[in-house]
């Protein structure tokens, strides 16, 4: 599942290391894409000498798959389980469980063969009786599973959209042949099905967890490079390399400790201090000087990941052409590039559409009316048209975490918003992003929102259906802001049913045309990977700006 950049960042209670004052910054959310390259585990006397340190928050929920959708579950999910496909450093296809998948003609069947001897590491064997299950699972409504919607093409899944129905009812697309083999009829072409089988929430769990799924998302038993040690809330999740694992993405090292932070501050502090070995993002005050820091290793690229704030269609102000006007005048009053240099250093682009510059699609040409551009007179204009038709009253807030670094950011964003607009705009911090999470879960946020989006899997698809199509709205999906438009639907429709991606860009830009024309979010920026590790620490960084964990090693 794509990650909202609402994604479970919590207090950690731990004191941490030489933490020193800087600000925290919250990570964006989405699905381990990389996979690892085969290779000998690390050898050492000492088997802690190979652990892994990473910066974490703590997981919003259990780690089962189909019901993680924050960052620090997913990356942590997507080392305990494999799946059919991953995708390689630089986005490609690969296969992990799956020996093929096969599409008809029109992309309406599929059929997965899977490779021989696959088990959880607890031995029960992994069929595509097991695959069949797990995606019903996740699909059936009754299971109340946040990943759900990722499985809505799946021919039944409509059926299943009961939640005081049969938990164990299955989906009717699924077809299990043998052991090793599964077809799968959608319920409409679907041609980006074998990248999307790559997203989290089709990761197979065992029988046990199916039954049990809130003891197993506390204690998972998985089929992944690693397996899950100890969950202390709050501190940490360590993972220990699964001796029994036979899968491609073979661990370069004996395990990762994924340390939850209260703050970016004290983890950045950790680090040049050498008492963390990789920090999967810089605080904002430090990213005009950490690529000058001698101790440690700076990473800065450009990633998969979309920043922008939800104002969500239930909003006062905000529905019918009152809040088009509202939206295009809020989105006009923002100076992109003036925050993008004196708040990120550069480190962001100013966003241009809706997905992000990795991204297949992506274009700098969409916006022909300039509604992502800074223009304070046009604002202005559109806000006074939009009081013609009901007078502007109250304040107008976003929300974000504060144990994130959106802080500043936030700030800038709603000053620049009141000083065009001459309205009461303010900064709407939550505790913790985990609360936010929570509220924006429930629909009880009452504002804006920091959200966005970084796809578990390089296709368009991955961002414009997973977060603004109808059918992931109401809670079923990343539609946050429960925009709906038939519109926009009817062009991902004609863009899924063309096999060649090639040709269904085209149509992918018209639906991004009407999304500027909506805006269900504000777009803001696409955010670069601004990460960092030990000087003594190998790590890379794959396409979508994540740890390649399994091959990271030390060098000391």
């Known amino acids: 599942m794509p990650q909202v950049d609402t994604a479970s960042k919590t207090a950690g209670s731990r004191v941490r290391r030489a933490a020193t004052a800087l600000v925290a910054v919250c990570c964006t959310l989405t699905m381990m894409a990389g996979c690892g390259t085969s290779g000998n585990a690390a050898d050492s006397s000492d088997s802690r000498s190979s652990i892994i340190t990473v910066n974490s928050t703590e997981p919003t929920k259990g780690l089962i798959p189909s019901n993680t959708n924050d960052m620090a579950g997913w990356r942590i999910a997507s080392l305990i389980y494999d799946g059919l496909v991953t995708f390689s450093t630089s986005g490609e296809l690969q296969y992990v469980e799956a020996k093929s998948i096969t599409a008809n003609k029109d992309a309406t069947e599929y059929t997965i063969t899977l490779k021989p001897n696959l088990k959880f590491s607890d031995g029960e064997k992994i069929t595509a009786s097991t695959y069949a299950k797990s995606w019903s699972f996740a699909a059936n409504a009754a299971n109340g599973q946040v990943g759900a919607s990722t499985l809505a093409t799946i021919k039944g899944y409509d059926e299943l959209q009961n939640a005081n129905g049969d ?39 065992s029988s046990k967890a199916i039954k049990d799924p809130e003891t197993y998302g506390k204690k998972p038993v998985g089929n992944g490079p690693y397996k899950l040690k100890s969950w202390t809330v709050n501190e940490d999740l360590e993972l220990v390399k699964d001796p029994s694992y036979t899968g491609p993405r073979k661990p370069k090292n004996n395990g990762i400790d994924f340390r939850v932070y209260q703050s970016l501050n004290a983890a950045y502090s950790d680090l040049l201090a050498g008492n963390l070995d990789v920090l999967d993002s810089i605080p904002t005050v430090a990213l005009s000087s950490y690529r000058k820091e001698s101790r440690i290793k700076a990473v800065n690229k450009q990633g998969p990941s979309f ?85 502007w009253s109250g304040e107008f807030r976003i929300a974000y975490g504060a144990d994130s670094t959106d802080k500043e950011w936030v700030d800038a964003t709603v000053n620049s918003i009141k000083n065009v607009l001459g ?131 030390k060098s000391r």
């Open 167 to 205: 938990k164990n009812a299955q989906l009717s697309g699924l077809h299990v042949v043998n052991s090793s083999t599964l077809k799968v009829e959608l319920n409409q072409p679907d041609s980006s099905f074998p990248y999307k089988v790559g997203d989290i929430a089709f990761l197979p769990i």
């Open 307 to 391: 920043v922008s704030f939800t104002i969500p269609q239930s909003l006062k102000h905000f529905q019918g052409e009152e809040g088009r006007l509202r939206r295009a005048a809020i989105s006009r009053a923002i100076d992109r590039k003036s925050i993008s240099k004196a708040i990120f250093r550069n480190t962001v682009t100013p966003a241009t559409d809706f997905l992000a510059p990795v991204i297949k699609g992506h274009s700098t040409k969409l916006d022909t009316d300039g509604v992502l551009s800074y223009d304070a007179a046009k604002a202005r204009e559109l806000w006074k048209q939009a009081d013609a038709i009901s007078p």
């Open 423 to 553: 309205i009461d705009a303010k900064s709407y911090p939550f505790s913790t992003s985990k609360e936010l999470s929570s509220a924006i879960n429930e629909r009880s946020v009452g504002a804006a929102f920091k959200s966005g989006l970084q796809s578990d899997y390089p296709h368009p698809e991955g961002y414009l259906v997973q977060g603004y199509d109808s059918s992931q709205a109401d809670g079923k999906g990343l539609n946050n802001g429960d925009y709906k438009s038939a519109e926009f639907d009817a062009l991902i429709d004609k863009a899924s049913a063309q096999p060649d991606l090639d040709k269904a860009v085209s149509t992918y830009q018209e639906a991004q045309k009407v999304l500027l024309k909506d805006l269900p979010v504000i777009p803001l920026w696409y955010k670069n990977v601004t990460a960092a590790s030990g000087k003594h620490v190998n790590a890379d960084f794959n396409y979508m700006g994540v740890p390649d964990y399994v091959t990271i090693t």
